[in-house]
């Protein structure tokens, strides 16, 4: 597919409304400025953009599949709008019209709807009035406004309970027993990092009192603390208790509200690893299943059953976790909608405080050869599926309570965290809704700065490999200064 830009470059936004339409296609870009269609070839889109005595034209011309439509938008002399945002939705218009999909999300190609809603939502708007702008600005349907806005209520018991200089620590474990077939994260395998793992914990232990010494001299008060990965409990019970051993000893613990840790697979969960966890003041984890169906779990790689999760979940409450997350995917190769259904019955029967549904990203699945499916329109039950877990987790008491989108997601969907009532993971909606700093160690971490009165945010990533992270720790160190700046500048 061949995208021509004609007095415009706005590449970035544009081919990600086409990738709403064909996810698995490759683009070629061509830049003209005399609207010429020559060197196309057979599948293109033209967009143009022009001027006239201060009138602009903007037009989206298609050809697909044999199949032609254009739509065009004429904006008087003086008119202000935002001319990327009518070019985005008449290639919406046009491509609707040739492949016969609406994705539900409209023209809103970005992770943080709902920050759309609480902005609207602090600058008065009412429901009804939001709803409109959804669907009007946006093409959103009233059905992806209603999840995004009840979101934003149940967020807004919490945002303000946000401390000002208050802040989360997110611990980074980046290792996992085996590789899963559809993952993106950067993780290694326990195997293969073995002789690395040592000294990534000598680091990250250093990296913690560093930051232990930071967050003291500045002032900030730890609010939630939170270990993701990779899979932190591929490291042993003593390993984990070293690690959080270390926050503990580094930072003021007195007034943390959340403690979390991510256990993620079955298959690395034991009671020593639960004891030693719990015993370093982790009030909450996540134990994974993604899908309840064992053909499924095999398909993707996953190297445990459902029965381990069972297990896995049943030893969690056994040892008094009161605060547990399941994850699942919606969209899995050769799950159905009937097998997703029943793995979403089977999680609300267990009762999990929070219940998060993932939808599969495109590009993994377009890897995974989806359903056989090699058309650049890739369709799959992804839509049906997270309609039905919304239907059902409603029905079941449980609210959502944060969103986000990634690039690349089947069917342009989304990952809501589903909560009961007053179950909230507070570091899910911080780190969502950029509400809070987040101080992040280890590799692949990256901290964000946030001042909101100011209305800045500001990132510092650390090396993303445990190879690269070892390699370069005191350089990467000497960059954690510029935190020490982020609020001398808010002084
Ligand atoms: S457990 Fe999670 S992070 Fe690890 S390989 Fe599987 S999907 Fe990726």
């Known amino acids: 597919m061949t995208l021509i830009f004609c007095g415009n470059d706005y590449k970035y936004e544009l081919e990600g409304v086409m990738k709403l339409f064909i996810p ?8 003209t400025d005399d609207n010429t269609t020559d060197a196309a070839g057979d599948d293109f889109v033209l967009i143009s953009e022009s001027e006239k005595d201060g009138a602009a034209e903007l037009a989206v011309k298609a050809d697909y599949l044999g199949k032609q439509t254009q739509r065009v938008r004429s904006l008087p002399p003086g008119d202000g709008s935002d001319r990327e945002l009518v070019l985005s939705k008449l290639l919406y218009e046009a491509m609707s019209e040739l492949t016969g999909i609406r994705p539900k999300w409209g023209v809103m190609t970005g992770v943080r709807p709902v920050k759309r809603v609480n902005r609207y939502i602090a600058e008065g708007y009412d429901k009804e009035t939001m709803r409109e702008l959804f669907e009007r600005e946006y093409y959103c349907t009233p059905e992806k406004f209603d999840i995004a806005y009840r979101t934003a209520q149940v967020q807004s018991r ?16 980046p290792f996992c027993p085996t590789r899963c077939s559809y993952c993106s994260f950067i993780s290694q395998t326990i195997g293969s990092g073995k002789k690395l793992i040592p000294l990534y914990i000598d680091n990250l232990c250093r990296e913690i009192r560093y930051t232990g010494e930071l967050a003291a001299r500045l002032g ?60 370093n ?101 992804a839509g049906v599926m997270v309609d039905h877990a919304a239907k059902r987790l409603t029905e079941a008491g ?46 692949g971490a990256s901290t964000k700065l946030v001042d909101l009165e100011g209305g800045r945010l500001e990132r510092i990533f650390n090396y993303k490999h445990p190879l690269e992270y070892n390699k370069h720790f005191d350089l990467m160190i000497d960059k954690k200064k510029e935190i020490v700046d982020f609020y001398a500048e808010k002084e």
Request: contains cysteine.
């Open 24 to 31: 698995a296609a490759r683009f070629r870009h061509i830049y």
């Open 158 to 173: 919490i945002m303000p309970t946000v401390g000002e200089r208050s802040f989360s620590l997110y611990v980074s474990i």
């Open 220 to 279: 900030l008060s730890l609010d939630t603390v939170y270990f993701g990965g990779g899979t932190p409990t591929s490291f042993e019970a003593e390993q984990l208790a070293r690690i959080m051993g270390t926050v503990s000893e580094s930072f003021d613990m007195s007034r943390v509200r959340e403690y979390t840790v991510e256990a993620g697979r079955a298959d690395t969960i034991t009671r020593e690893k639960l004891a030693a966890i719990k015993e």
């Open 281 to 381: 003041g982790c009030s909450r984890i996540s134990v994974n299943p993604q899908t309840l169906n064992n053909s499924v779990l095999e398909v993707i790689g996953r190297r445990h059953t459902a029965e381990q999760f069972f297990s896995a979940f049943e030893l969690a409450r056994e040892l008094g976790f009161e605060h547990i997350n399941t994850d699942i995917i919606a969209g899995l190769p050769t799950d159905t909608p009937e097998s997703f259904a029943s793995t979403v019955d089977g999680l609300i029967d267990l009762g999990p405080e929070n219940i998060t549904v993932h939808t599969l990203s495109i590009k993994r699945a377009a890897d995974l050869n989806f359903a056989g499916n090699k058309s650049e329109v890739l369709t799959s039950p």
């Open 398 to 443: 449980y609210q959502p309570y944060y969103l986000y989108r990634q690039k690349n997601m089947l069917e342009n969907l989304e990952n809501i965290g589903w909560s009961k009532p007053g179950e909230e993971s507070l570091y899910n909606i911080f780190i969502m809704e950029e509400i809070q700093t987040i101080l992040a160690v280890g590799a």
